[in-house]
């Protein structure tokens, strides 16, 4: 079975410092991965994906995510981060094979919150 | 743009009563589905539907059953609630099942208590 383990429920960080939030992942066929961020009292928006190809993914809000397989990480960074970046964040996996075929499985959540 | 539309945003029912939650999308996406999001447990796929005409149980299924009305609409009705049914309900939609260079738009989510 599919499953996505974010390693930190909390990361604090102040205005400005590089931040990484980690996610590893189960799947061992074709697997697709994502990142979300979710502001408060709202819908997950995504942030990036990882598809194929190049295992650097750059995504919106100067974040991005580097996909290792031999690891099976796939870790979100920023190099500065803002106020505003203040959110919760969810890695997802979908992947080709099995009976979840298709549908996303996320990972618990990183809720980053960034002082001044 | 609308993108996808939930009704209500909250909602507090008792122990045994019944409701649906509403969602449509105006993205003329084939795939949609349902969520329910709890503290450290990420989210939880509900209820899916593929296409139209078809529909499919996630991971947690128990107590929910689902209707996709059309291509927009795809509804989650909850039959007799239960307090463990307390949760952030988000509905998403995708051009296809998560397959390649898709990706799930989300609903702004339906806060639901039960007591």
């Known amino acids: 079975a599919q499953s996505v383990t974010q390693l930190d429920s909390q990361v604090p960080v102040f205005e400005e410092a590089p931040v990484e939030l980690r996610c590893n992942y189960s799947?061992?066929?074709?697997?697709?991965l994502f990142w979300y961020v979710q502001y408060p009292n709202q819908g997950l928006q995504l942030l990036l994906k990882?598809?194929?190809?190049?295992?650097l993914v750059k995504g919106i809000n100067g974040f991005e995510a580097e996909f290792n397989k031999s690891q099976t990480s796939f870790h979100l960074r920023k190099p500065s981060v803002h106020i505003s970046d203040t959110a919760e964040y969810f890695c997802?996996?979908?992947?080709?094979?099995?009976?979840?075929?298709?549908?996303?499985?996320f990972g618990q959540g990183t809720i980053l919150t960034v002082h001044p | 743009n609308a993108g996808v539309t939930q009704t209500p945003k909250f909602q507090v029912l008792k122990t045994g009563q019944s409701m649906t939650l509403q969602c449509a999308q105006d993205?003329?996406?084939?795939?949609m589905y349902w969520y329910r999001q709890d503290p450290g447990m990420g989210l939880r796929l509900i209820y899916y539907?593929?296409?139209?005409?078809?529909?499919d149980k996630g991971e947690v299924p128990n107590g929910y059953n689902v209707s996709r009305l059309n291509k927009r609409e795809f509804s989650l009705r909850l039959e007799s609630a239960a307090p463990s049914q307390t949760s952030v309900y988000f509905c998403?939609?995708?051009?296809?099942?998560?397959?390649?260079?898709?990706?799930?738009?989300f609903g702004q989510g339906t806060r639901l208590t039960v007591v």
């Open positions: 998403a939609s995708s051009e296809g099942i998560f397959l390649l260079n898709t990706e799930a738009f």
């Open positions: 799947s061992s066929v074709s697997v697709y």
């Open positions: 990882y598809l194929s190809g190049s295992t």
């Open positions: 997802a996996e979908s992947n080709a094979g099995g009976t979840s075929y298709g549908k996303l499985t």
């Open positions: 993205m003329n996406h084939n795939s």
């Open positions: 539907s593929a296409s139209e005409g078809t529909t």
